[in-house]
């Protein structure tokens, strides 16, 4: 099956140093040289949509622009570049919600995909007045998705949950297609949630061992639902025609990093309830000494920044054979960022990509449906191919 891959919108703002924020970090660290203009944004999404993404992410938190606002405007000026927008299912009537995507899929020819994230931070969630604990944030994302489902699907949903309650909720113009509902967590009840209505399920980039770990876990009570499960991966990458040039690249920006931001951010983190903060934080324990945790995957970004905290860095051929090594786990889907993230685009699209599509791996969205070629003509396939 094809390598799907997704860039990243930063809409806390870009700069050739590594921009923090989220998960109670400070909204920059180096400095946003580039603000989160829908310009500047909209340049960023262009180039994904030329060198072959399919999709961008856009986050969601107090320390960036609101994503379903931002991703509306940027897709005005994209043509098939889809949307994965985050958005706090505790923050939203999940009618209201499951008008807006219905909206969205209208007005951009659907293009929406929807990143549910249920919030791990009770400081962040109470300045938007949620106060439910992260137990409780998680069934109401079952019910929240629960309604919105049965909403998407045409029904009219009566619901009278230990959160949620909605009374002959109907939506007037369905989705189409319905969008696709992309969801992580490390804890065991995200993985309970995600076996119930996830279609993507989404790690950080974890070590390959810890990765397949984590897969099996989602796997099983999806099994037990009756569900086959996507899953993705989100990473940063620093890929270049050299490994000495990306590990250059790493270096400077490691360089970067002031030690009392370092201290400060870390400290931060610490307080995290989130599950998958707290795995990130164990990959490389505030220590700029032992980053490389597995070939070619660099931990260095979590120094500074909450959320995905790793990169993959090497050379474009190297950095293929890690999506390899990942595919290989089961992993079909690849969210990828880079600082700054115009330029990095271009290095990933232009470097990495060929390579994985001469090995079959992958194929531009634009040429979905046509034949694979190769310098010699149309590739034969075999009736096993997949």
Same mark, same amino acid.
């Given at each position: 099956?094809?390598?799907?891959?997704?860039?990243?919108?930063?809409?806390?703002?870009?700069?050739?140093?590594?921009?923090g924020?989220?998960?109670?970090?400070?909204?920059?660290?180096?400095?946003?040289?580039?603000?989160?203009?829908?310009?500047?944004?909209?340049?960023?999404?262009?180039?994904?949509?030329?060198?072959?993404?399919?999709?961008?992410?856009?986050?969601?938190?107090?320390?960036?622009?609101d994503?379903?606002?931002?991703?509306?405007?940027?897709?005005q000026?994209?043509?098939?570049?889809?949307?994965?927008?985050?958005?706090?299912?505790?923050?939203?009537?999940?009618?209201?919600?499951?008008?807006?995507?219905?909206?969205?899929?209208?007005?951009?020819?659907?293009?929406?995909?929807?990143?549910?994230?249920?919030?791990?931070?009770?400081?962040?969630?109470?300045?938007?007045?949620?106060?439910?604990?992260?137990d409780?944030?998680?069934?109401?994302?079952?019910?929240?998705?629960?309604?919105?489902?049965?909403?998407?699907?045409?029904?009219?949903?009566?619901?009278?949950?230990?959160?949620?309650?909605?009374?002959?909720?109907?939506?007037?113009?369905?989705?189409?297609?319905?969008?696709?509902?992309?969801?992580?967590?490390?804890?065991?009840?995200? @993985? /309970?949630? #995600?076996?119930?209505? &996830? *279609?993507?399920? +989404?790690?950080?980039?974890? %070590?390959? $061992?810890?990765?397949?770990?984590?897969?099996?876990?989602?796997?099983?009570?999806?099994?037990?639902?009756?569900?086959t499960?996507r899953?993705?991966?989100?990473?940063?990458?620093?890929?270049?025609?050299? @490994? /000495?040039? #990306?590990?250059?690249? &790493? *270096?400077?920006? +490691?360089?970067?990093?002031? %030690?009392? $931001?370092?201290?400060?951010?870390?400290?931060?983190?610490?307080?995290?309830e989130?599950e998958?903060?707290?795995?990130?934080?164990?990959?490389?324990?505030?220590?700029?000494?032992?980053?490389?945790?597995?070939?070619?995957?660099?931990?260095?970004?979590?120094?500074?920044?909450?959320?995905?905290?790793?990169?993959?860095?090497?050379?474009?051929?190297?950095?293929?054979?890690?999506?390899?090594?990942?595919?290989a786990?089961?992993?079909?889907?690849?969210?990828?960022?880079?600082?700054?993230?115009?330029?990095?685009?271009?290095?990933?699209?232009?470097?990495?990509?060929?390579?994985?599509?001469?090995?079959?791996?992958?194929?531009?969205?634009?040429?979905?449906?046509?034949?694979?070629t190769?310098?010699?003509?149309?590739?034969?396939?075999?009736?096993?191919?997949?």
């Amino acid at each position: 099956m094809s390598l799907t891959f997704h860039w990243f919108l930063p809409t806390n703002g870009d700069s050739r140093h590594v921009v923090g924020g989220g998960h109670g970090t400070p909204a920059t660290v180096s400095g946003r040289d580039r603000p989160p203009t829908v310009a500047y944004l909209s340049q960023i999404a262009r180039a994904a949509e030329e060198v072959g993404f399919a999709g961008a992410l856009t986050p969601t938190g107090a320390w960036c622009e609101d994503a379903w606002l931002t991703t509306a405007m940027v897709s005005q000026h994209t043509e098939r570049l889809k949307f994965l927008v985050a958005f706090r299912p505790g923050l939203i009537s999940p009618t209201l919600a499951a008008q807006m995507a219905s909206t969205f899929q209208r007005q951009t020819g659907g293009r929406l995909l929807l990143n549910v994230v249920t919030g791990g931070e009770n400081q962040e969630q109470r300045a938007f007045g949620d106060f439910l604990d992260k137990d409780s944030r998680y069934r109401r994302t079952g019910e929240f998705l629960t309604v919105v489902r049965e909403l998407w699907q045409g029904g009219t949903v009566d619901l009278n949950g230990e959160h949620l309650r909605v009374q002959d909720a109907t939506l007037a113009r369905l989705p189409d297609p319905v969008p696709q509902v992309y969801f992580g967590g490390s804890s065991p009840i995200a @993985a /309970e949630i #995600a076996a119930r209505h &996830a *279609d993507v399920y +989404l790690t950080w980039g974890e %070590p390959p $061992a810890q990765v397949a770990e984590k897969l099996d876990r989602i796997r099983s009570p999806a099994a037990a639902e009756g569900r086959t499960l996507r899953f993705g991966i989100r990473l940063h990458v620093i890929t270049r025609d050299t @490994a /000495e040039q #990306a590990w250059a690249e &790493a *270096d400077r920006l +490691l360089d970067g990093f002031d %030690p009392q $931001a370092v201290a400060s951010v870390q400290a931060g983190l610490a307080r995290s309830e989130s599950e998958g903060q707290r795995r990130m934080l164990a990959l490389h324990g505030g220590r700029r000494d032992h980053l490389e945790i597995h070939p070619n995957l660099w931990a260095g970004i979590g120094l500074v920044r909450g959320g995905a905290g790793t990169a993959l860095v090497g050379s474009h051929d190297e950095v293929a054979e890690r999506i390899k090594e990942y595919h290989a786990l089961g992993i079909e889907e690849f969210i990828l960022s880079g600082y700054p993230h115009l330029e990095e685009a271009y290095w990933f699209g232009e470097g990495v990509l060929p390579r994985l599509a001469a090995q079959g791996l992958w194929q531009h969205p634009a040429n979905k449906g046509a034949a694979p070629t190769t310098p010699a003509g149309p590739a034969v396939l075999s009736p096993f191919a997949s």
